[in-house]
């Protein structure tokens, strides 16, 4: 309620002018002035240490300026897991201003700049991407994004869990063309029914999408060794010891719990993200994308695929400091260029102003990253239990002009009313169909046709709470597995969808989707940063939106026709 | 030697008993439990029943091409509906009294006096007592200050009226503490210019004035005809700790009875027309008197009405049969309480009135299971037998319990319905089935309690209570305390909780727990023993339950911690041996008619086979 | 099985469409087989549905063909604990976190590891954790 | 029912002696963060500190209770304001308050991190809030079970109050005096006319 009320006036007269300018929702926003010595400072600040590094007998002892008896953890994880003892001395002794012009000069190629990135260290890797300025950093993303074809994510949640609706969203959103599918809960008894529902839709909108469903950690990886899901991202990492401990965990945890995951075939990425530990009151007096840059090394350094990061919860600390929207997609950067897959943010409510919100986004947009946004609001941000997003369902026609208008993919399409409303159908009854074969509480004909042209969780019958909930816990209780499921699909009708979540579970033998930043194609190939990796080297090169991909991007909602004016193209 | 399974669809679950049989001999090998699918009887539970078959095969190892013959019930679709109607309501017109209890009103005793506004007491002249209606947004140090700047004045303040929830704090800035009464939301419609009493108790008191009719006589002057016309007005008030009474002109408290529809009741070729305001024991009367009932219709345009013809499609949308043709075989009526606002009342006063709840029952002659059997063959490629009827079968089953001897009744307590029959010394079965049952336990829980949370009232339902009395203990509703060693949640600290398998579970209401647990016991009690006690009298020998030598208890409801005890007490009077069956001496009250088809299958259960016992009672 | 497989390259990637002959489910079955009729039928369970330790062993061979050295790593440490039940993968995560063990309580689970499932890659993490932990004193209070 | 105030009223808080152990079972202990008062004088949204101190007062004394109130210089973390006031607390209820107005309400058997109501979106609580969490403290005292005050939630709380909140963080920060014993305090809350 307050976050709306306009500014106490003040009691000097105004003219007309600034009366409509204090009313323009940019001014809603927050904006802090700086404070270096305590870390509120975007990545600009004399308090950061300078880049040093030095060997003795195979091990580093010195690191940006600590030596090792000075070491705080995260100095000892990256110092020991992340950094090339072979190729670090020489790498910092290379002027900062040559290793920047190398990650924007196109002649360069990735393989030899990430070579190079292996021996840097976090206070170097800064010093480095200081001399880059907004664009010059998309350049830097434009060619270290370890993908060569770039993606997006889609948040799909419920305000009321309904896993009717996360089901008929997930389908749109998966055929609308988001490559992942990440849900979360209100009631977090409701996991098993939402997770499937994300599964079951997400299959039916199209084939091979990966879906996720962020809980502790107990759960979520129940979840997926199920089968249930297929990937896990909410795995939160920090830049300094204090806040990681805070967080109840260490690298050495989280290293471990990474291995936890792809020893079960499960892909897995990290969380980090600037401000998250100024927001605690424990920065160490070091600037945000400094304390980013360890994160990002700290999750190279165990050996997870990829990160997520670009603030995320955080955005409105970088977002209220100069300079810290160029800070965020400075990380994302920094992250690609460690050779990690980055789901690069633009996932959380950030700005009242339309203006503001695009303009952070086009950073990530323009270049392309692994995951555009992760994820984007496949919900109205209303239903969105991630705490909104930056994109939510109302912005889906502006993101496809704007693929036009710039002539860039990020990662979606314009779809016909008839297939959409098809899909979400088809969505709602393979659920109406398992939830029978399952005995869990019937979904009816009604709740399927509202499914079919709902909106937002309002436009839903009520479900019996406590019946679903008891029929969650049977799930669980009854051990019933992603199998399971594609057998109930099967046997009701649904085989293409049950052929497609077969393909999905199918994929945990070969472990392919382990490598980074595999997704799958609509035809079941994984797509990662070896079959597929960025061959970015300048103009003419790399991922060029053209041929198929560049005439169905053509498409909108409504375009006039050239043959015949009186007409829109269909 | 051959595998067949009994599969027994109820109301609300599908038991399965999985057994080898040869030469008469039973072998049983595993049982099952799922939730029934669809309406009882009809050929949606085929899914639940195939379900059922799978998990027994399963829980003994056997492949389901093995299974010979499955053997169903004859499942009769019963199917219950619920109303509640309230049939009382207070109203309060030209706002005479605000009678509600906020928690915290500020003083002490009685003030009589003219209201005046806050903002017109400095205009008032010495001596006048006055009630100072506060209206909202008042800060309470302004208003004491107020208050006490009149009172150096020479002003008789007596007493307050206030918006906000600030009587005790403007009372402890008074230099001279007056009774004020506070949180009343509709400050601004209490007449100014009007003699107004206000009284407050002491804490743990009620009021004694303004809720005795002399005493609002002397307090207003009234004569004998007006302290007659008063008498509603004390009658609302008592009970209060605090209470504003303004005399105006047309002022009127009233309490009135809510025509609500009427039930024409027909049976043993009558037909009788009870109107539903009259209470559950005019309508369960009405009943006896034309019992076994052939039909009940409600009064069309009401709720009652309503409620009955919703019941009347259902059953026409699952078994095909016009709904001219479904007859409505049982009504339970139960007389409860729900808090309701009252009407025209200032401060959101809520009042305690009356209500009937409802519960009917219909049956149907045709049942589809013959489409059900057909449904289970193809799915399973074996032979599906229907094989008596449930309530014959079921005192087969209950007879296996160690112990147990002819002549024998059972009772089954479901979620709907309340079942119950009886096998004789010379073999013959009788079978009822009454409504109301869990369903309608629910609901009386959760209205009586104001809870508007189904979830929260199964808990109360099914489990026994316990209150939090700090962070390491708990006391239990028998008295006995309980400790831990770690800290109990934050989210049950100080309160009344149920004490279920995953823990506490806090129930939402700040009734005391002796409240909550009278209410549960009471409804338990008012459906499920009036219900036994109803249905063993139609089986009974003669209807007397004296005659009835011992009674089992099957089905969910005979697993809940209370209602066995209940019933048990209820029918000891009668001299009747009453306990919770055990089939087969190891399923508890589980699985009685499931392992009953199995046994008359195989023609090993005691009395002859059921095809040629069938004596309905209620058909 | 697969074990006198050469180094793998990026060419082999993916190997669920180049070299399904290398792949293989926890019970033997092929790629191949993991067909709709064989869950249908019931060949197909639960347990075909995992990766196997030789299967993660090429990924990993696989990310350190292109210079992912410590993914590589992970994948070694992942393919020791596909033997790990689940429950107790839950509960040494949890024993690493912060001062939530001792040091002797450290060095069980890295016994454990090495001892009971031969996974020395996953110990070393652990023992080198103790180290750390006990220079950062985040080990737990040694009484309890 | 706000309390519309219009008459502005200051808050200095008068020290009385170190923050000791209560005895009174029914008493709510209110434990305020270093730079609460003094260096800052209201909260993230301008709720005068004067006025917070006064609503909960109030709600302590509508509910019947008593109220002390004790100023923490050892830490800013609000689990250990407020748990540090529920052990010094006679009924071992506490309050705790940070300068940017968020508040929880604690007991003395939790663990530090657990709580009996959080409130964290500072930028959401006014003087009703304020006055509604004492009148909870005070029952949470006399051992009833008050219904928790109603939680609000604001998406667009981020984008405008993330960042003064980290900076109002980093004040309260600086004002911890480690050389500092807690010690008890006695409002003096003067009207500015």
Same mark, same amino acid.
């Given at each position: 309620?307050?976050?709306?009320?306009?500014?106490?006036?003040?009691?000097?007269?105004?003219?007309?002018?600034?009366?409509?300018?204090?009313?323009?929702?940019?001014?809603?926003? *927050?904006?802090?002035?700086?404070?270096?010595?305590?870390?509120?400072?975007?990545?600009?600040?004399?308090?950061?240490?300078?880049?040093?590094?030095?060997?003795?007998?195979?091990?580093?002892?010195?690191?940006?300026?600590?030596?090792?008896?000075?070491?705080?953890?995260?100095?000892?994880?990256?110092?020991?897991?992340?950094?090339?003892?072979?190729?670090?001395?020489?790498?910092?002794?290379?002027?900062?201003?040559?290793?920047?012009?190398?990650?924007?000069?196109?002649?360069?190629?990735?393989?030899?700049?990430?070579?190079?990135?292996?021996?840097?260290?976090?206070?170097?890797?800064?010093?480095?991407?200081?001399?880059?300025?907004?664009?010059?950093?998309?350049?830097?993303?434009?060619?270290?994004?370890?993908?060569?074809?770039?993606?997006?994510?889609?948040?799909?949640?419920?305000?009321?869990?309904?896993?009717?609706?996360?089901?008929?969203?997930?389908?749109?959103?998966?055929?609308? !063309?988001?490559?992942?599918?990440?849900?979360?809960?209100?009631?977090?008894?409701?996991?098993?029914?939402?997770?499937?529902?994300?599964?079951?839709?997400?299959?039916? !909108?199209?084939?091979?999408?990966?879906?996720?469903?962020?809980?502790?950690?107990?759960?979520?990886?129940?979840?997926?060794?199920?089968?249930?899901?297929?990937?896990?991202?909410?795995?939160?990492?920090?830049?300094?010891?204090?806040?990681?401990?805070? *967080?109840?965990?260490?690298?050495?945890?989280?290293?471990?719990?990474?291995?936890?995951?792809?020893?079960?075939?499960?892909?897995?990425?990290?969380?980090?993200?600037? *401000?998250?530990?100024?927001?605690?009151?424990?920065?160490?007096?070091?600037?945000?994308?400094?304390?980013?840059?360890?994160?990002?090394?700290?999750?190279? !350094?165990?050996?997870?695929?990829?990160?997520?990061?670009?603030?995320?919860?955080?955005?409105?600390?970088?977002?209220? /400091?100069?300079?810290?929207?160029?800070?965020?997609?400075?990380?994302?950067?920094?992250?690609?260029?460690?050779?990690?897959?980055?789901?690069?943010?633009?996932?959380?409510?950030?700005?009242?102003?339309?203006?503001?919100?695009?303009?952070?986004?086009?950073?990530?947009?323009?270049?392309?990253?692994?995951? /555009?946004?992760?994820?984007?609001?496949?919900?109205?941000?209303?239903?969105?239990?991630?705490?909104?997003?930056?994109?939510?369902?109302?912005?889906?026609?502006?993101?496809?002009?704007?693929?036009?208008?710039?002539?860039?993919?990020?990662?979606?399409?314009? /779809?016909?009313?008839?297939?959409?409303?098809?899909?979400?159908?088809?969505?709602?009854?393979?659920?109406?169909?398992?939830?029978?074969?399952?005995?869990?509480?019937?979904?009816?004909?009604?709740?399927?046709?509202?499914?079919?042209?709902?909106?937002?969780?309002?436009?839903?019958?009520?479900?019996?709470?406590?019946?679903?909930?008891? !029929?969650?816990?049977?799930?669980?209780?009854?051990?019933?597995?992603?199998?399971?499921?594609?057998?109930?699909?099967?046997?009701?009708?649904?085989?293409?969808?049950?052929?497609?979540?077969?393909?999905?579970?199918?994929?945990?033998?070969?472990?392919?989707?382990?490598?980074?930043?595999?997704?799958?194609?609509?035809?079941?190939?994984?797509?990662?940063?070896?079959?597929?990796?960025?061959?970015?080297?300048?103009?003419?090169?790399?991922?060029?939106?053209?041929?198929?991909?560049?005439?169905?991007?053509?498409?909108?909602?409504?375009?006039?026709?050239?043959?015949?004016?009186?007409?829109? /193209?269909? | 030697?051959?595998?067949?399974?009994?599969?027994?669809?109820?109301?609300?679950?599908?038991?399965?008993?999985?057994?080898?049989?040869?030469?008469?001999?039973?072998?049983?090998?595993?049982?099952?439990?799922?939730?029934? #699918?669809?309406?009882?009887?009809?050929?949606?539970?085929?899914?639940?029943?195939?379900?059922?078959?799978?998990?027994?095969?399963?829980?003994?190892?056997?492949?389901?091409?093995?299974?010979?013959?499955?053997?169903?019930?004859?499942?009769?679709?019963?199917?219950?509906?619920?109303?509640?109607? #309230?049939?009382?309501? #207070?109203?309060?017109?030209?706002?005479?009294?605000?009678?509600?209890?906020?928690?915290?009103?500020?003083?002490?005793?009685?003030?009589?006096?003219? #209201?005046?506004?806050?903002?017109?007491?400095?205009?008032?002249?010495?001596?006048?007592?006055?009630?100072?209606?506060?209206?909202?947004?008042?800060?309470?140090?302004?208003?004491?200050?107020?208050?006490?700047?009149?009172?150096?004045?020479?002003?008789?303040?007596?007493?307050?009226?206030?918006?906000?929830?600030?009587?005790?704090?403007?009372?402890?800035?008074?230099?001279?503490?007056?009774?004020?009464?506070?949180?009343?939301?509709?400050?601004?419609?209490?007449?100014?210019?009007?003699?107004? +009493?206000?009284?407050?108790?002491?804490?743990?008191?009620?009021?004694?004035?303004?809720?005795?009719?002399?005493?609002?006589?002397?307090?207003?002057?009234?004569?004998?005809?007006?302290?007659?016309?008063?008498?509603?007005?004390?009658?609302?008030?008592?009970?209060?700790?605090?209470?504003?009474?303004?005399?105006?002109?047309?002022?009127?408290?009233?309490?009135?009875?809510?025509? &609500?529809?009427?039930?024409?009741?027909?049976? =043993?070729?009558?037909?009788?027309?009870?109107?539903?305001?009259?209470?559950?024991? +005019?309508?369960?009367?009405?009943?006896?008197?034309?019992?076994?009932?052939?039909?009940?219709?409600?009064?069309?345009?009401?709720?009652?009405?309503?409620?009955? +013809?919703?019941?009347?499609?259902?059953?026409?949308?699952?078994?095909?049969?016009?709904? =001219?043709?479904?007859?409505?075989?049982?009504?339970?009526?139960?007389?409860?309480?729900?808090?309701?606002?009252?009407?025209?009342?200032?401060?959101?006063?809520?009042?305690?009135?009356?209500?009937?709840?409802?519960?009917?029952?219909?049956?149907?002659?045709?049942?589809?299971?013959?489409?059900?059997?057909?449904?289970?063959?193809?799915?399973?490629?074996?032979?599906?037998?229907?094989?008596?009827?449930?309530?014959?079968?079921?005192?087969?089953?209950?007879?296996?319990?160690?112990?147990?001897?002819?002549?024998?009744?059972?009772?089954?307590?479901?979620?709907?319905?309340?079942?119950?029959?009886?096998?004789?010394?010379?073999?013959?079965? =009788?079978?009822?089935?009454?409504?109301?049952?869990?369903?309608?336990?629910?609901?009386?829980?959760?209205?009586?309690?104001?809870?508007?949370?189904?979830?929260?009232?199964?808990?109360?339902?099914?489990?026994?209570?316990?209150?939090?009395?700090?962070?390491?203990?708990?006391?239990?509703?028998?008295?006995?305390?309980?400790?831990?060693?770690?800290?109990?949640?934050?989210?049950?600290? +100080?309160?009344?909780?149920?004490?279920?398998?995953?823990?506490?579970?806090?129930?939402?209401?700040?009734?005391?727990?002796?409240?909550?647990?009278?209410?549960?016991?009471?409804?338990?009690?008012?459906?499920?023993?009036?219900?036994?006690?109803?249905?063993?009298?139609?089986?009974?020998?003669?209807? =007397?339950?004296?005659?009835?030598?011992?009674?089992?208890?099957?089905?969910?409801?005979?697993?809940?911690?209370?209602?066995?005890?209940?019933?048990?007490?209820?029918?000891?009077?009668?001299? &009747?041996?009453?306990?919770?069956?055990?089939?087969?001496?190891?399923?508890?009250?589980?699985?009685?008619?499931?392992?009953?088809?199995?046994?008359?299958?195989?023609?090993?259960?005691?009395?002859?086979?059921?095809?040629?016992?069938?004596?309905?009672?209620?058909? | 099985?697969?074990?006198?497989?050469?180094?793998?390259?990026?060419?082999?990637?993916?190997?669920?469409?180049?070299?399904?002959?290398?792949?293989?489910?926890?019970?033997?079955?092929?790629?191949?087989?993991?067909?709709?009729?064989?869950?249908?039928?019931?060949?197909?369970?639960?347990?075909?549905?995992?990766?196997?330790?030789?299967?993660?062993?090429?990924?990993?061979?696989?990310?350190?063909?292109?210079?992912?050295?410590?993914?590589?790593?992970?994948?070694?440490?992942?393919?020791?604990?596909?033997?790990?039940?689940?429950?107790?993968?839950?509960?040494?995560?949890?024993?690493?976190?912060?001062?939530?063990?001792?040091? $002797?309580?450290?060095?069980?689970?890295?016994?454990?590891?090495?001892?009971?499932?031969? $996974?020395?890659?996953?110990?070393?993490?652990?023992?080198?954790?103790?180290?750390?932990? $006990?220079?950062?004193?985040?080990?737990?209070?040694?009484?309890? | 029912?706000?309390?519309?105030?219009?008459?502005?009223?200051?808050?200095?808080?008068?020290?009385?002696?170190?923050?000791?152990?209560?005895?009174?079972?029914?008493?709510?202990?209110?434990?305020?963060?270093?730079?609460?008062?003094?260096?800052?004088?209201?909260?993230?949204?301008?709720?005068?500190?004067?006025?917070?101190?006064?609503?909960?007062?109030?709600?302590?004394?509508?509910?019947?209770?008593?109220?002390?109130?004790?100023?923490?210089?050892?830490?800013?973390?609000?689990?250990?304001?407020?748990?540090?006031?529920?052990?010094?607390?006679?009924?071992?209820?506490?309050?705790?308050?940070?300068?940017?107005?968020?508040?929880?309400?604690?007991?003395?058997?939790?663990?530090?991190?657990?709580?009996?109501?959080?409130?964290?979106?500072?930028?959401?609580?006014?003087?009703?809030?304020?006055?509604?969490?004492?009148?909870?403290?005070?029952?949470?005292?006399?051992?009833?079970?008050?219904?928790?005050?109603?939680?609000?939630?604001?998406?667009?709380?981020?984008?405008?109050?993330?960042?003064?909140?980290?900076?109002?963080?980093?004040?309260?920060?600086?004002?911890?005096?480690?050389?500092?014993?807690?010690?008890?305090?006695?409002?003096?809350?003067?009207?500015?006319?």
């Amino acid at each position: 309620m307050t976050a709306v009320a306009p500014r106490s006036e003040s009691a000097v007269h105004t003219s007309k002018r600034t009366a409509i300018l204090e009313d323009r929702p940019v001014n809603l926003d *927050g904006f802090v002035e700086e404070w270096p010595e305590k870390g509120l400072v975007a990545m600009e600040s004399d308090y950061d240490p300078q880049p040093s590094v030095r060997v003795e007998d195979g091990r580093i002892v010195e690191l940006d300026g600590r030596t090792r008896d000075a070491f705080d953890f995260m100095d000892t994880y990256i110092a020991d897991h992340a950094i090339d003892v072979e190729t670090c001395e020489a790498a910092v002794a290379t002027p900062s201003v040559e290793i920047a012009r190398m990650l924007v000069d196109p002649r360069t190629s990735r393989d030899e700049i990430v070579a190079l990135g292996r021996g840097l260290t976090p206070a170097k890797i800064l010093d480095v991407v200081k001399l880059m300025n907004v664009v010059e950093i998309m350049m830097g993303i434009q060619k270290t994004r370890s993908r060569r074809t770039p993606a997006n994510q889609a948040h799909s949640t419920s305000a009321k869990d309904n896993p009717i609706q996360v089901a008929a969203d997930a389908a749109e959103a998966a055929v609308r !063309g988001f490559a992942e599918l990440e849900t979360t809960l209100g009631v977090l008894r409701y996991a098993p029914l939402v997770a499937i529902g994300l599964q079951v839709g997400g299959q039916t !909108g199209r084939g091979g999408v990966l879906t996720q469903c962020a809980l502790e950690e107990a759960t979520e990886l129940d979840l997926g060794m199920r089968g249930i899901t297929a990937y896990a991202e909410t795995i939160s990492i920090y830049g300094t010891e204090s806040v990681f401990v805070d *967080g109840d965990d260490t690298p050495w945890s989280k290293a471990f719990l990474a291995s936890a995951y792809a020893s079960r075939g499960i892909k897995m990425r990290f969380t980090s993200g600037t *401000g998250s530990e100024v927001q605690m009151g424990n920065a160490e007096g070091r600037s945000m994308l400094y304390l980013e840059i360890r994160c990002i090394l700290m999750a190279k !350094g165990a050996g997870v695929q990829g990160l997520q990061n670009g603030s995320i919860s955080c955005i409105g600390v970088p977002g209220a /400091v100069p300079g810290g929207i160029r800070a965020v997609a400075a990380e994302n950067l920094v992250a690609s260029w460690m050779d990690l897959e980055c789901a690069s943010g633009n996932d959380q409510s950030f700005s009242h102003s339309p203006m503001r919100r695009t303009s952070r986004l086009l950073p990530q947009m323009l270049p392309g990253t692994d995951f /555009v946004c992760s994820g984007y609001s496949g919900v109205p941000n209303k239903d969105n239990m991630f705490a909104g997003s930056n994109l939510d369902t109302e912005d889906y026609d502006d993101w496809n002009v704007i693929q036009r208008d710039m002539q860039v993919d990020g990662g979606l399409r314009h /779809v016909r009313e008839d297939v959409i409303l098809q899909v979400r159908n088809k969505a709602a009854r393979a659920m109406q169909a398992v939830f029978a074969e399952l005995d869990l509480p019937a979904i009816t004909d009604e709740e399927v046709e509202a499914a079919t042209y709902a909106d937002s969780s309002d436009d839903y019958p009520d479900r019996d709470v406590l019946a679903d909930l008891e !029929g969650a816990k049977s799930v669980m209780d009854r051990g019933i597995t992603g199998l399971d499921l594609v057998k109930v699909l099967e046997r009701t009708g649904f085989g293409d969808v049950a052929e497609n979540y077969l393909q999905v579970l199918r994929q945990r033998v070969s472990g392919d989707l382990l490598q980074t930043a595999a997704i799958f194609t609509g035809d079941f190939v994984p797509l990662a940063a070896i079959n597929d990796a960025n061959d970015y080297a300048g103009p003419g090169t790399g991922y060029r939106l053209s041929g198929e991909r560049w005439e169905e991007l053509k498409k909108l909602r409504h375009v006039t026709s050239a043959e015949n004016p009186e007409e829109e /193209v269909v | 030697m051959a595998l067949v399974i009994g599969v027994d669809i109820g109301n609300s679950t599908t038991e399965a008993c999985l057994a080898e049989v040869a030469q008469g001999a039973v072998h049983r090998l595993a049982s099952s439990l799922t939730p029934t #699918t669809g309406v009882k009887g009809t050929p949606a539970n085929t899914a639940g029943a195939v379900t059922a078959v799978r998990r027994a095969l399963d829980a003994a190892g056997r492949p389901s091409d093995a299974l010979a013959t499955v053997l169903l019930n004859e499942a009769t679709p019963v199917i219950s509906g619920l109303a509640m109607e #309230t049939i009382t309501e #207070t109203i309060i017109t030209e706002s005479t009294m605000i009678g509600h209890n906020p928690d915290t009103p500020g003083g002490e005793g009685l003030g009589v006096g003219t #209201t005046v506004a806050l903002g017109e007491v400095g205009d008032v002249e010495a001596g006048v007592p006055v009630v100072v209606v506060v209206g909202a947004g008042a800060d309470f140090d302004d208003v004491a200050e107020a208050l006490n700047r009149a009172v150096d004045r020479g002003v008789d303040v007596v007493a307050a009226v206030m918006h906000g929830d600030d009587a005790v704090l403007v009372v402890n800035r008074l230099r001279r503490r007056v009774p004020v009464v506070d949180e009343v939301a509709a400050v601004d419609r209490v007449p100014l210019g009007m003699l107004a +009493a206000v009284e407050v108790a002491p804490p743990g008191r009620t009021i004694r004035t303004l809720s005795d009719s002399y005493g609002l006589a002397s307090t207003f002057d009234l004569d004998a005809e007006q302290t007659r016309q008063v008498s509603p007005v004390a009658r609302a008030l008592s009970g209060n700790r605090s209470a504003v009474v303004v005399r105006t002109p047309a002022g009127d408290v009233t309490d009135r009875r809510i025509p &609500v529809g009427t039930l024409t009741l027909s049976g =043993s070729g009558r037909s009788l027309d009870v109107g539903v305001d009259g209470g559950a024991e +005019a309508i369960m009367e009405a009943i006896g008197r034309v019992a076994p009932l052939d039909d009940v219709h409600g009064e069309a345009g009401t709720h009652v009405g309503g409620m009955l +013809a919703t019941v009347r499609d259902t059953m026409t949308d699952v078994t095909g049969q016009p709904a =001219s043709e479904i007859r409505i075989r049982d009504v339970l009526a139960v007389d409860t309480l729900v808090p309701a606002a009252v009407r025209g009342g200032l401060a959101g006063e809520v009042s305690r009135e009356n209500a009937v709840a409802l519960a009917a029952m219909v049956r149907t002659s045709r049942s589809r299971m013959q489409a059900v059997a057909g449904a289970i063959s193809a799915e399973l490629g074996c032979e599906t037998v229907i094989g008596g009827v449930e309530g014959e079968v079921a005192v087969r089953g209950a007879l296996t319990t160690p112990g147990s001897a002819v002549p024998i009744a059972i009772i089954d307590m479901g979620g709907g319905s309340t079942d119950a029959a009886l096998l004789d010394r010379d073999g013959s079965v =009788s079978a009822v089935h009454v409504a109301g049952a869990g369903e309608l336990v629910t609901k009386l829980i959760d209205s009586e309690l104001g809870l508007e949370d189904r979830e929260a009232a199964e808990s109360v339902k099914r489990h026994p209570l316990a209150k939090v009395e700090s962070f390491f203990h708990v006391r239990h509703e028998d008295g006995t305390v309980q400790f831990f060693t770690t800290p109990l949640p934050p989210h049950v600290f +100080a309160r009344v909780v149920t004490v279920t398998p995953e823990g506490l579970a806090a129930v939402p209401v700040r009734s005391s727990l002796e409240e909550v647990r009278r209410v549960r016991r009471e409804a338990k009690r008012r459906v499920f023993v009036v219900n036994a006690l109803r249905a063993l009298a139609q089986v009974a020998p003669q209807g =007397s339950l004296r005659l009835l030598g011992s009674v089992v208890l099957l089905g969910g409801s005979a697993l809940d911690f209370e209602i066995p005890a209940m019933v048990a007490d209820a029918l000891a009077p009668h001299g &009747v041996v009453c306990g919770i069956g055990n089939v087969h001496g190891t399923e508890g009250p589980r699985n009685a008619v499931a392992a009953g088809l199995v046994d008359a299958h195989a023609g090993t259960a005691a009395g002859p086979a059921p095809e040629r016992l069938q004596r309905q009672v209620a058909s | 099985m697969t074990s006198d497989v050469s180094e793998l390259t990026p060419a082999d990637y993916p190997l669920s469409i180049n070299r399904p002959d290398l792949l293989r489910t926890p019970t033997g079955k092929a790629l191949g087989d993991i067909t709709m009729a064989g869950v249908v039928s019931g060949e197909v369970t639960n347990e075909d549905l995992r990766v196997t330790p030789d299967t993660l062993v090429m990924q990993g061979q696989i990310a350190e063909s292109v210079g992912r050295r410590q993914l590589g790593e992970n994948c070694r440490r992942a393919a020791e604990m596909t033997a790990i039940p689940d429950e107790e993968v839950l509960a040494m995560y949890n024993a690493l976190r912060p001062n939530a063990s001792t040091a $002797a309580q450290l060095e069980e689970i890295a016994s454990r590891l090495e001892g009971t499932y031969s $996974a020395s890659t996953c110990a070393a993490l652990v023992r080198e954790a103790a180290q750390v932990y $006990a220079a950062r004193t985040l080990l737990a209070e040694e009484d309890s | 029912m706000t309390a519309a105030v219009e008459s502005v009223r200051t808050l200095t808080l008068r020290e009385v002696g170190p923050a000791e152990r209560g005895t009174r079972p029914d008493e709510v202990v209110i434990a305020l963060s270093p730079a609460f008062g003094e260096p800052f004088t209201k909260t993230i949204v301008d709720v005068p500190h004067a006025e917070v101190i006064r609503q909960l007062l109030a709600g302590i004394e509508e509910r019947g209770g008593s109220a002390r109130i004790i100023k923490v210089y050892r830490t800013a973390d609000l689990a250990a304001i407020a748990h540090f006031g529920a052990k010094l607390s006679g009924s071992g209820i506490a309050v705790g308050v940070l300068s940017r107005g968020t508040t929880v309400l604690h007991q003395r058997d939790l663990a530090r991190l657990s709580n009996l109501e959080l409130f964290p979106q500072a930028p959401l609580l006014d003087a009703e809030v304020f006055r509604m969490i004492g009148a909870n403290a005070a029952q949470y005292a006399q051992g009833q079970s008050p219904r928790p005050v109603p939680t609000r939630n604001d998406q667009m709380a981020r984008p405008r109050w993330q960042a003064k909140a980290a900076l109002l963080h980093l004040k309260e920060f600086e004002c911890i005096d480690h050389a500092r014993a807690a010690v008890e305090v006695e409002p003096v809350i003067t009207r500015v006319d």
